[in-house]
């Protein structure tokens, strides 16, 4: 995902080897000249971006850092493939004798460390993707993100400001609220830009602080003024005073700023004051929107990681439709057939009275929904969660506020694993849920890359059948009147 530094881990990694670094920028590329260089027959014709590198750092074996190799643009077109010039580049069967065609000299890249990075591996050729070996960065946890707010964030924007380490106070609990209500993401980017935020704010307070005449700003020091006359000629002799002396106002300033004491640490309201109302709010927590049946929580990842996933249904008088909307893809579509047919055909298991399922030949619609329409949703992941949605709806019973769920599943019951689950996991975690249900598979592989605070915090339960699934995720036992007398 974005903004978890994987271009300052290829600067560590220079640091680290003692190499010199250089950055290539290949978002936006769409001519294979960019990579190969431009002929020298052409007007304006110079080398391609890798041998302006070397050039550049003028050294043969530096840390070359191929910056959004995922969006390069396009494919073959008339200006060439800039991915498919990439290949001889990283193939260290070929790379040995590069030939840039400005240059056209073989030119010994081997010595070279090639780092790319990339927010998917959708958008990347599979010839490329082939010769990279692929290193997942995940999200942060909030303990994470706190700790690097407070060791490097912090210090460097207070130094960019050109405040003091003690004129932006901010406690572990303070950051925790910054990173929960202001900037819910996987990286710190959006952190730092709110920290930054909080320096400017500080830094302008102290200017007007310390600014000539800042007193008379005060509306007590005015009345005062008003109701003494004598008191308001004296200050004003003061201040000529203070000017036939030769100290001028900047300097009065600067003397002011300079004795300044320290500032109080930053509270709640003084956040709400600078950066406004917290932009995710209780409404956001899973407690306050699974308060009755036939809400669920499921579990989706994309390029920007991992998030919880609110999934309604309802049922209404109609001829045994089953509608959806979400902006829903084709996969997931399916994925909703495929749990309303297994429910059809073991509604028994499912703790669904043969009475419900008969309403819905004819008698009853359903409707599932997936909050928040105007984001794409798509995959097989949401299978669990669509079972369990349908069954808490029509057997009446509540889901658990606490627990999420991720797996595909079969017409058999049979639940199949998923991509994600560390971004899904650390999501869950972000999001105060404690119980994740995981296809068994994915609990055997998956759960080792998830960091130890996650694993501490969040129960994990291993699912192989829907049936399993169906057992752990309920509040309630089915009620003993049927809901066929409600429809």
Known sequence: ??????????????????????????????????????????????????????????????????????????????????????????????????????????????????????????????????????????????????????????????????????????????????????????????????????????????????????????????????????????????????????????QSHVSALARRGAALPLTEEDLVRILGPPLYDSGDNPVARVVHPGIAIGLSASTHGGRIMFIEASQMPGTGKLQLTGSLGDVIKESAHIALGWLRSNCEAAGVSEAVMASLNGKVDLHIHFPEGAVGKDGPSGGVALVTVLVSLLSNRLVRADTAMTGEITLSGTVLPVGGIKQKTLAAFRQGIRRVLLPDLNYRRDLADVPQAVKDAVEFIPVRHIEEALRHVFVTDPPSQPLASKL
């Open 1 to 250: 995902p974005p903004g978890v530094g994987k271009t300052s881990l290829g600067r560590s990694i220079a640091s680290a080897l003692g190499r010199k670094f250089h950055r290539i920028a290949l978002g936006g590329v769409r001519d294979e000249a960019g990579i190969r260089g431009f002929s020298r027959t052409y007007l304006g014709s110079m080398p391609g971006r890798i041998i302006q590198g070397l050039r550049r750092i003028g050294v043969s074996d530096p840390v070359l850092l191929l910056d959004e190799v995922d969006k390069l643009s396009g494919g073959p077109s008339a200006m060439g493939d800039p991915a498919a010039a990439l290949l001889e580049v990283l193939d260290p069967a070929q790379n040995h004798a590069f030939v840039d065609h400005y240059i056209n000299v073989p030119v010994d890249l081997s010595k070279v460390m090639f780092i790319a990075t990339a927010n998917t591996r959708e958008t990347i050729p599979p010839a490329l993707l082939d010769r990279m070996e692929v290193i997942e960065v995940p999200g942060y946890t909030l303990d994470e993100k706190v700790e690097i707010a407070r060791t490097h964030l912090l210090p460097r924007l207070v130094a960019e400001h050109g405040l003091r380490e003690d004129d932006l106070r901010l406690s572990d609990a303070m950051l925790q609220l910054l990173s929960e209500a202001y900037t819910r993401e996987p990286g710190v980017r959006s952190l730092e830009r709110t920290l930054a935020a909080l320096c400017r704010a500080r830094a302008l307070q102290i200017l007007q602080d310390s600014a000539p005449g800042a007193s008379s700003a005060n509306p007590s020091n005015n009345s005062n003024a008003a109701d003494k006359p004598e008191a308001a000629s004296a200050v004003a002799d003061k201040d000529r005073d203070r000017d036939s002396d030769g100290t001028t106002a900047a």
